[in-house]
């Protein structure tokens, strides 16, 4: 009876060790990034304080792909034109792949950035995006 007892624990040991598999983990790396698909390159918009509670623009872009089925934040950049991003400002926060400012909100962004009011300006616009946080990405 001991023997059996012994055979069926070391059966069910070996059966049990057998079943078990490798977990693959999901690595997340960029395929593409997010590609802005309006406004088109050289809009231009006038935003006039009279207006302020108007639409300035929407930005749309298509979704990030990180090769993996997940959620990610895009964070809209602003730079003044032809610096390649070397200032930076952080425009918005989102997990659409849209955002839209008021004239007022554009405005306030660009004015608290060093943009003088009522001179033209050139931008460049971006979108990052980026998955999880900081404290688990």
Known sequence: MKNILRSSIFAFLLIALGSCENDIEAVATA????????PATGTELVLLQSNEDDIATTLVWDYADFGVET?????????EADTNFEKPIAAGTTTNKYLTWTVKELNGILAANGFKPFVQSSVDVRIKAALGTAANA
Do not use: P
């Open 31 to 38: 395929q593409s990034g997010a590609k802005l698909l309006t």
């Open 71 to 79: 959620s990610a934040t895009y964070t809209v950049e602003i730079a």
